[in-house]
């Protein structure tokens, strides 16, 4: 599922992507949806068929031998490239020594969070943030990865996806918890720059970004739908948030299915 920013603060535009298939989700709210799992799943990477699909959309064998699903990607402060022992180091050069951008987020309260920088928006829209607001900017991932584990001391790194589905999230005063968390933790990043250098961890001075999506109806009990305990779900479409599709019988997070074959009617 494709998401992309709305232009002057409309919101997030949809696109299920189901083969050559591009649907328009926005344009489907408040009309029935049914999805369809036909029992094949494919993995993503080398197009092989598996019985099962690891680290959202891959078969065992890629799942094990891929940079991109080793765990240093979750924990990027644990990354080994140095120590050459890095599954795929062109891999790694391509896409973890690129700037990386360390950011305070609402999605269910107050988180921080880092992303590659051209990957700002789309990682705050696949998280259902309503509010974002890039902090730092580092050189390297596993950079990002050690800044987020000292912000990690004073704010949680995760979405409380139920709440952020519910939609009762209050604004937050982003650039004021910012100020509060870089004079708090001034110390330990004196300490990282020492480490990596004076200029390979820099003060962002941005304004806080705005993010909305189409929801005509919030789910006041959040049900969780999986295609693996029932092939087919859908219903009338009520919203759009993050990775989930809000349906009047329950959500799904697309991307813990990516790969399955799916029928849309």
């Not at 696949?126 to 050690?146: H, K, M, N, W, Y």
């Not at 990516?258 to 009617?265: A, H, L, P, R």
Request: aromatic share 8%; with cysteine; glycine share 10%.
């Amino acid at each position: 599922m494709a998401i992309e920013p709305g232009d002057d603060g409309s919101p997030a535009r949809y696109t299920l992507r189901a083969g050559e298939l591009r649907l328009d989700l926005n344009a489907r709210l408040g009309q029935w949806l049914t999805l369809t799992h036909t029992g094949a799943i494919a993995c993503t990477h080398c197009g092989r068929a598996t019985r099962k699909s690891f680290g959202q959309g891959y078969c065992y064998p890629c799942f094990k031998r891929l940079a991109q699903c080793d765990t240093c990607i979750v924990k990027p402060e644990t990354c080994h490239y140095f120590a050459g022992t890095c599954r795929e180091p062109e891999w790694g050069e391509r896409h973890c020594f690129r700037p990386h951008v360390v950011y305070l987020a609402n999605s269910s309260g107050l988180k921080v969070g880092i992303t590659r920088r051209t990957q700002v928006p789309t990682r705050w829209l696949d998280q259902g943030a309503i509010q974002a607001l890039p902090i730092l900017e580092v050189d390297t991932r596993q950079q990002s990865g050690f800044v987020e584990t000292l912000f990690k001391r004073e704010v949680a790194d995760r979405t409380n996806w139920r709440a952020m589905l519910k939609g009762d999230v209050a604004p937050l005063d982003l650039v004021a918890e910012r100020d509060r968390l870089l004079e708090g933790l001034a110390e330990g990043l004196d300490e990282l720059r020492g480490r990596f250098g004076a200029d390979a961890i820099r003060t962002l001075d941005e304004a806080p970004v705005a993010l909305d999506y189409p929801v005509l109806e919030s789910p006041t009990k959040v049900v969780s739908l999986n295609f693996d305990k029932t092939p087919t779900v859908g219903g009338i479409l009520m919203g759009l948030k993050g990775q989930y599709l809000m349906f009047d019988t329950g959500v799904i997070n697309l991307r813990k299915f990516t790969g399955y074959e799916v029928v849309v009617d």
